[in-house]
């Protein structure tokens, strides 16, 4: 069965960097498209990086200060968080969106 295990969240200072990483496991990596999906506390879940082979999109709210990169030797996908921002505070989840599939998440805080 698909297996999406999440890495690296933790409590950083406004405007510092993060970066998450997903271990897929259970279905072909590279046939499927991936994502890095987020909810904040009383707001719904919303996607915020998509990458399929090669091209990548993102959410407003995070355009210009996330990246998403994808490795398919490892089965992994990454989310390099820069410049993070209070707003940003959520549980951060890694996401199949072909397979509706979402991982068990990883909470990354932004406080000072």
């Known amino acids: 069965q698909v297996q999406l295990v999440e890495s690296g969240g933790g409590l950083v200072q406004p405007g510092g960097s993060l970066r998450l990483s997903c271990a897929a496991s259970?279905?072909?990596?590279?046939?499927?498209?991936m994502g890095w999906g987020r909810q904040a506390p009383g707001k719904q879940r919303e996607l915020v990086a998509h990458?399929?082979?090669?091209?990548?999109r993102y959410a407003d709210s995070v355009k210009d200060r996330f990246t998403i990169s994808r490795d398919n030797a490892k089965n992994t996908v990454y989310l390099q968080m820069d410049n993070l921002k209070p707003e940003d505070t959520a549980v951060y989840y890694c996401?199949?969106?072909?397979?509706?599939?979402w991982g068990q998440g990883t909470q990354v805080v932004v406080s000072s």
């Open positions: 996401v199949v969106p072909g397979l509706n599939s």
């Open positions: 259970g279905f072909s990596f590279r046939s499927y498209n």
């Open positions: 990458i399929t082979s090669g091209a990548t």
